[in-house]
């Protein structure tokens, strides 16, 4: 099947993420560097690197772990999603969009190349689920995951079926709209 491009408020900005991964990896390296030789007991370093990508992202940098990102994906991965803006909420999004969106968190598309989005494609799904948790009232991970019917058997939702979920729940609409 063949992705679809969804609008600009929608598609993950890969180009301003491009734009900040190499300054951003730089100094979660750097950060790690300055720990294992001096220490950071106090975490003034941490907080200096905290201000630092909150200015350069405008992302509340309390959800990412800067200091042990070798136990979780790795500071190649931290980097990219510090980098990536983040999901936004829209008022009018189209079934086609929401289509396609759950087809991506769904399926695993391989982009080949050595390009920055083959590097990190793989790693969108935070994105969209974040999208879809913005935007649609019914939106559990769960419904992305093997479930247990009445009877206790394994069952997966279709892609159809997710969005189908999604789409008659609603849209999460901002305060003021009817």
Request: aromatic content about 12%; hydrophobic content about 35%; charged content about 35%.
């Amino acid at each position: 099947m063949t992705e679809m491009k969804l609008r600009g408020e929608i598609e993950p900005n890969m180009e301003l993420a491009e734009k900040l991964y190499p300054e951003i990896l730089r100094s979660i390296l750097d950060y790690t560097k300055y720990c294992d030789e001096q220490g950071d007991k106090d975490n003034t370093e941490y907080k200096k690197l905290e201000k630092k990508f909150h200015d350069l992202t405008n992302k509340d940098m309390s959800v990412y772990n800067l200091r042990e990102w070798w136990e979780e994906e790795g500071a190649e991965v931290l980097a990219f999603r510090i980098a990536l803006p983040d999901a936004v909420k829209l008022p009018d999004i189209n079934r086609e969009e929401l289509n396609e969106i759950v087809r991506r968190v769904a399926t695993f598309d391989i982009v080949e190349g050595l390009s920055f989005k083959a590097q990190f494609n793989s790693h969108l799904d935070v994105y969209y689920h974040t999208f879809l948790k913005l935007n649609f009232k019914k939106y559990k991970p769960i419904i992305f995951q093997a479930q247990r019917d009445e009877n206790r058997k394994y069952f997966e939702y279709e892609m159809d079926e997710i969005s189908e979920l999604l789409w008659e729940g609603g849209m999460i609409k901002e305060e003021g709209q009817g």
